[in-house]
């Protein structure tokens, strides 16, 4: 059974075979996350990419003061926040850029079209200011628990839970009036 402890040891006797596990290991749940946070393929791909290529160069340093998925995850988050934020310095504005990625949620293969309901969801959380979407797609998604986001993300756990909160509220009010 692979696990986190597993990859650790098999890094420190061979490094490339390690990494290879690490990838086997975090590949999906992490360009899931990503994806829910960028929509497209593409772009999840690309980022997905540069976040193993930061986790290889970077592993040797690897502290241990949390998980290696909890520091993975921090990588993946923070490299979507600085592609979504280069995305906001090239649009005029923010609600181009929620425009940009519910066009492309509706011309990708992201949710079950036959399912309106789903598709209205995802254009909620897409509606959702990016520190709300970020704790509510690792919540709700990825299941993590508030400690774990707050390592992730470097916030306090109350803070979480009020974006959290707000989050549920907002994708309420969305599916009531939408």
């Given at each position: 059974?692979?696990?986190?402890?597993?990859?650790?040891?098999?890094?420190?006797?061979?490094?490339?075979?390690?990494?290879?596990?690490?990838?086997?290991?975090?590949?999906?749940?992490?360009y899931?996350?990503?994806?829910?946070l960028?929509?497209?393929?593409?772009?999840?791909?690309?980022?997905?990419?540069?976040?193993?290529?930061?986790?290889?160069?970077?592993?040797?340093?690897?502290?241990e003061?949390?998980s290696?998925?909890?520091?993975?995850?921090r990588?993946?988050?923070?490299e979507?926040?600085?592609?979504?934020?280069?995305?906001?310095e090239q649009?005029?504005?923010?609600?181009e850029?929620?425009?940009e990625?519910?066009?492309?949620?509706?011309?990708?293969?992201?949710?079950?079209?036959?399912?309106?309901?789903?598709?209205?969801?995802?254009q909620?959380i897409?509606?959702?200011?990016e520190?709300q979407?970020?704790?509510?797609?690792?919540?709700?998604?990825?299941?993590?628990e508030y400690?774990?986001?707050?390592?992730?993300?470097?916030?306090k756990?109350?803070?979480l839970?009020?974006n959290?909160?707000?989050?549920?509220?907002?994708?309420?009010?969305?599916?009531?009036?939408?």
């Amino acid at each position: 059974m692979i696990n986190e402890d597993k990859i650790r040891e098999v890094w420190a006797s061979n490094p490339e075979r390690g990494f290879k596990l690490l990838i086997d290991f975090f590949q999906q749940p992490i360009y899931w996350h990503i994806r829910r946070l960028v929509v497209s393929h593409e772009n999840a791909e690309d980022i997905l990419q540069e976040v193993f290529i930061r986790v290889f160069r970077h592993l040797p340093q690897f502290r241990e003061e949390s998980s290696l998925g909890t520091w993975i995850y921090r990588i993946a988050t923070n490299e979507c926040l600085r592609f979504l934020n280069m995305r906001k310095e090239q649009a005029v504005s923010a609600e181009e850029v929620q425009e940009e990625l519910m066009n492309k949620l509706m011309a990708s293969d992201y949710v079950d079209y036959e399912n309106e309901m789903a598709v209205k969801f995802q254009q909620a959380i897409l509606m959702l200011p990016e520190k709300q979407r970020v704790v509510f797609n690792l919540r709700y998604y990825d299941e993590l628990e508030y400690e774990e986001i707050s390592r992730i993300t470097d916030t306090k756990v109350d803070t979480l839970k009020v974006n959290y909160h707000y989050a549920k509220e907002k994708i309420k009010e969305y599916m009531i009036n939408n």
